[in-house]
């Protein structure tokens, strides 16, 4: 069946390189050939063209003959060798200008040429249009016509018509014995040729340079007297630019032999034939390979056939013969290969539906369970469970027991439900049920649920242990899609609570987009100038002055109002943006601070997010250096949740710090589990205790533990802060025991610094 499709195809290749289907692909490929073969003409050549300002400036057309006596005898006298009319002189006209061109022919003498051509009259009878008699007895005629009926490329003119020789044997009568027609060498850059516009020669502003000892063709090239041909390489050429492209050619003894087709004919049967034979040792790439290698090489040796012996070659049988059998090929292969996979979509089936290491139905394969749910009238909900420290199997005991402990899960599960369990992600997985099936409420379910999935897993010699949080959602409520979602939020939401179960609400939802349009205009809040700082009043307990100022930011959006840092922050350190926020804080409070005669400390607190993804110390060495403000009056603040001591490159950080002149002030101590190591690890110069156990006092735990710290921080040198400073009672018991700074709405809410009484004014 091979075989015979490539017979077939080879006929009908054939068959049309006969009809000349291949010859527009052809000709440009025979255009891309000349331009690789370019070469300068001869020089003894130079175009002067009736061009629409030599119209405009006649200002008629066809010229009275006295305007074509007076071009000749210009170009004769500026020392033009031989002049050629590409213009119909077969009709006459007024006698005395008629008289007058005549003339000027006479003083030519026998150096100048008027045009002949063959045409169709209008009884559709073949005429030959020679100049008039009076005019040829002064100038011989020479032949313009060109070959074809001009709907294709030209590529070649007649030699002689009735003994008419082409204007290009006129002009170099030492050619060879003449054939039927000259084949144009296109490679010649015909563009090199020298024009000039014939209103230049009549007006005498013509290089007399250009013309001398040429061989000149005056003829049309204004676009309106239509005397244009397509050809390779050049596009449109006028008329008589063929004419000097014959010319050229026999200048250069370049006349192309076109041997059509018949080679490439017959390299292409050759190629043809290999690829067949190749078909059992070699890949259909690698006969590909071998096409594309001899389809570069004809094309080679058609260029080098052209450059060096003037022969002409048709490659596109080639082509489109070799390229017809590699596709042939390449369909059986397909069709080979579509046998074999046809035996394999069982099992890609499955594998579509299911995921292979558990065996769990696949996130699409439940939508499309939920979807075909027949309504039973019996409630059913789809439930969510996340396996916590499954995940960590996978580094800790490698992934066959990862995958054997998740086919555990799946077989557990399918016991418990009779259905097939979904597998969301590595970790979670979904499945349905029906109230009534585990005791007629959710939570006897769950229990049963967690009981299962909870007990021990003995796989390959270990002990595994695995805990479970839930999310359900009732689909009566949504369709299969938003059931699932639904299920995947509440159980989002149940993580985030640390509750075993949390069923969807509508309000999650809810949660879910607002926050997505909080993060949205949180990513447009700085370009939109809508953060502001306010500032607090940090004082000194002993003189009651305000020694420094916490900087605190605060957001308005132009739609959702002021919006709660308590809201935003958070978002910010988990998308990332904080750093971009905590650069414009240092910026702009430190900005703000310069310009006061006030001369007190500001303090500003960063992210931990700030030391893992942004360059703090160049930030805040920038904006120190934008400001003009001391390193000495500012304050960075840390919490020590931020568990910043547990990396290197953090310690780094805060040490480059504090040697820049910035002072660590450690914020909400007291609320870790590292107080003392931090103390004793990092360069900490200020402790700010928590106000959890400021707004306590009077309590006699709180006071030891705010007690036992300042005499902590005394012995290391440290300046202690207390926040939360709310009451007259409260300053008093700190002032007495030692504490140095207090901060709280005793001293002052957040506020803006001329709510503070702060002189703006610089300070110069």
């Known amino acids: 069946m091979r075989l015979i499709s490539v017979l077939v195809l080879v006929g009908a290749v054939l068959a049309s390189a006969w009809l000349g289907a291949f010859e527009p692909p052809d000709q440009e490929l025979q255009g891309q050939r000349f331009a690789g073969t370019s070469r300068a003409p001869s020089g003894d050549m130079v175009f002067v063209e009736i061009d629409a300002t030599s119209l405009q400036a006649v200002g008629v057309w066809p010229w ?41 022919l006479t003083r030519a003498g026998g150096y100048a040429y008027l045009a002949a051509f063959q045409q169709t009259g209008t009884k559709g009878e073949i005429v030959l249009s020679r100049p008039l008699p009076r005019f040829e007895a002064q100038a011989p005629a020479v032949l313009v016509n060109v070959d074809g009926d001009g709907t294709a490329l030209l590529e ?14 006129a002009l170099v009568p030492q050619a060879g014995p003449a054939a039927p027609s000259i084949t144009i060498d296109y490679g010649i850059d015909l563009s090199a040729v020298p024009s000039v516009s014939a209103i230049s020669v009549l007006e005498g502003t013509v290089d007399p340079a250009i ?5 000149v063709v005056i003829g049309a090239s204004a676009i309106e007297l239509r005397d244009f041909f397509r050809v390779p390489r050049f596009g449109v050429l006028s008329g008589a630019v063929v004419q000097i492209a014959a010319t050229e050619t026999l200048k250069a003894d370049r006349a192309l032999s076109d041997l059509g087709f018949v080679p490439a004919a017959l390299a292409g049967l050759l190629i043809t034939a290999l690829v067949m034979l190749m078909r ?39 082509h489109a013969m070799v390229s017809g059998t590699l596709a042939i090929c390449f369909l059986d292969e397909r069709a080979r290969r579509w046998r074999q996979s046809r035996r394999q979509q069982a099992q890609l089936a499955y594998l579509a539906r299911h995921d292979e290491p558990s065996g769990a139905l696949s996130r699409h394969a439940m939508l499309e369970a939920l979807a075909g749910t027949p309504d039973d009238g019996l409630n059913r909900t789809l439930i969510a469970v996340r396996l916590l420290r499954l995940d960590a199997l996978n580094a800790s005991l490698g992934n066959e027991v990862y995958d054997m402990v998740a086919r555990e899960v799946t077989a557990r599960l399918h016991e418990l439900t009779d259905t097939l369990p979904a597998r969301l992600d590595s970790d979670i997985f979904a499945f349905s049920v029906r109230h009534g099936r585990f005791g007629g409420t959710m939570i006897p379910s769950i229990a049963m649920v967690t009981s299962v999935l909870e007990a021990p897993y003995e796989i390959a010699g270990h002990t595994i242990m695995l805990e479970t949080v839930f999310g359900s959602a009732n689909q009566a409520d949504a369709d299969g899609e938003e059931l699932l979602q639904q299920a995947e939020i509440a159980l989002a939401v149940a993580q985030t609570a640390q509750a075993r179960l949390v069923r969807y609400e509508p309000e999650h939802g809810q949660k879910i987009r607002d926050r997505r349009l909080l993060d949205l205009a949180l990513r447009q809040a700085l370009k939109r100038d809508e953060f502001y700082l306010l500032y607090q009043p940090q004082i000194d307990l002993k003189s009651g002055e305000m020694v420094g100022l916490e900087a605190l930011l605060r957001w308005r959006h132009p739609e959702l109002g002021i919006v709660s840092p308590a809201d935003f922050i958070p978002l910010a350190e988990e998308t990332g943006l904080i750093v971009q926020i905590g650069e414009w804080i240092l910026h702009e409070a430190c900005r703000q601070v310069a310009q006061w005669r006030w001369q007190g400390r500001i303090s500003i607190n960063v992210s931990a997010v700030q030391f893992q993804q942004g360059n703090l110390v160049a930030a805040v060495h920038n904006a120190l250096v934008a400001s003009g403000l001391p390193p000495h009056r500012l304050d960075i603040e840390i919490t020590e949740s931020m568990n910043i001591a547990s990396d290197p490159a953090n310690l780094e950080i805060l040490h480059q710090l504090s040697d820049m002149g910035v002072r660590i002030a450690m914020d909400d101590f ?14 900490i110069h200020k402790i700010k205790i928590d106000q959890s156990f400021v707004r306590n006092l009077p309590n006699a735990q709180s006071e030891v533990i705010i007690e036992t710290t300042i005499i902590m921080a005394q012995r290391l040198g440290k300046t202690v802060i207390a926040e939360g400073v709310e009451t007259k009672q409260q300053r008093d018991y700190l002032a007495s025991v030692g504490c140095d700074v207090g901060q709280g709405y005793l001293f002052g809410r957040p506020s803006f610094a001329i709510e503070l009484a702060l002189d703006q004014t610089s300070a110069a």
Not at 82 to 100: H, K, L, R
Not at 156 to 169: E, R
Not at 211 to 215: A, S
Not at 283 to 295: D, E, F, Y
């Open 211 to 215: 013309l001398r000892d040429k061989q």
């Open 670 to 683: 007291g609320t870790g589990y590292s107080s003392l190591s931090y103390l004793h690890s990092l360069p």
């Open 64 to 104: 009275p003959r006295t305007v074509h006596a007076a071009l000749l005898d210009r170009l004769i006298e500026l020392g033009a060798l031989e002049v050629v009319f590409d213009i119909d002189f077969s009709a006459a006209s007024t006698p005395q200008a008629d008289g007058a061109f005549e003339a000027a």
């Open 156 to 169: 070649s003119v007649p030699s002689a018509i009735q003994s008419i020789p082409a204007l290009a044997y």
């Open 280 to 318: 059992k040792r070699f890949t259909v790439p690698q006969r590909a390979l071998v096409v594309l290698i001899a389809s570069l090489g004809l094309e080679l040796a058609a260029w080098q056939a052209l450059s060096q012996a003037a022969i002409v070659i048709d490659t596109m049988v080639f």
